[in-house]
């Protein structure tokens, strides 16, 4: 779990590089620098809470254990900061997309992350079902399994370099599509991965994820429909 930590700190440090000094705003994206800050505020706060949540609700529901096991999860920490910054948003009345400058980081530390949790191996218990193709990995036990948090690492990382192309493109339409475009090819990815991942489904052969997957497919789409 050492290793982990490590490629944990690499991934925010990495994405807090990117997000103050490469990928910058042509302006604010909340004018108001108290209200900003707040903003800021609400994203970190609704982040913790929902990773942790979510994580440790799958771990409950997936794990055989008497003991109550604290899991985190990037897609709980995407649910939570999407679901405080809406609410903070229509309380202040702020008006179009304001997660943009944030996608290139989590894109880059999702993809650095996901290697983390590859080489902690079984501990983390994000690996996947056992399979007997090429791809297959042994993380110490003898069984050969999907390594599916490297295909999590891959797609994360080449959705970086549109995000990078899209932005030297074409800076204005970056602003306004590109958070929803992320929510939509990582919650599509990740409903695809977790079918290779050993959690319990909760209905109609679908896990935790899954669900909150879908739900953020609408998200996303519902307001890149409106682009």
């Known amino acids: 779990m050492f290793v982990h930590l490590l490629f ?13 000094k490469v990928f910058k705003p042509s302006r604010p994206t909340i ?16 982040a913790f809470f929902g990773a942790f949540i979510i994580g440790s609700l799958n771990t409950l529901v997936s794990l055989d254990s008497s003991k109550i096991i604290i899991g985190k999860s990037i897609l709980g920490a995407i649910v ?10 229509k309380i202040m009345n702020i008006k179009g997309s304001t997660g943009a400058y944030f996608v290139p980081s989590l894109a880059v530390g999702i993809a650095i992350g996901r ?13 996947g079902v056992p399979t007997n193709s090429s791809l297959g990995y042994d993380f110490g036990d003898g069984i050969l399994r999907h390594p599916v948090q490297l295909y999590e690492s891959l797609t994360m990382a080449i959705f970086f370099f549109y995000t990078l ?3 030297i493109k074409n800076r204005d339409y970056f602003e306004k599509v590109i958070f929803y475009q992320f929510i939509l090819v990582y919650s599509l990815q990740r ?3 977790e079918f290779l991942k ?13 669900f909150i997957c879908l739900g953020l497919v609408v998200y ?3 307001y890149l429909s409106k682009k």
């Open 115 to 127: 290697i983390g949790c590859f080489v902690s191996g079984l501990d983390d218990y994000t690996y």
């Open 80 to 89: 939570g900061g999407i679901i405080a910054v809406e609410s903070f948003k």
């Open 220 to 222: 996303a789409l519902r």
């Open 8 to 20: 944990d700190l690499l991934a925010y440090g990495i994405g807090t590089l990117l997000l103050w």
């Open 165 to 167: 192309l899209l932005y």
């Open 191 to 193: 409903f695809v991965w």
């Open 31 to 46: 004018e108001d620098e108290n209200l900003r800050y707040a903003y800021y505020t609400v994203v970190i706060i609704g």
């Open 198 to 210: 050993p959690y319990e489904s909760i209905a109609f052969g679908l896990n935790i994820f899954q």
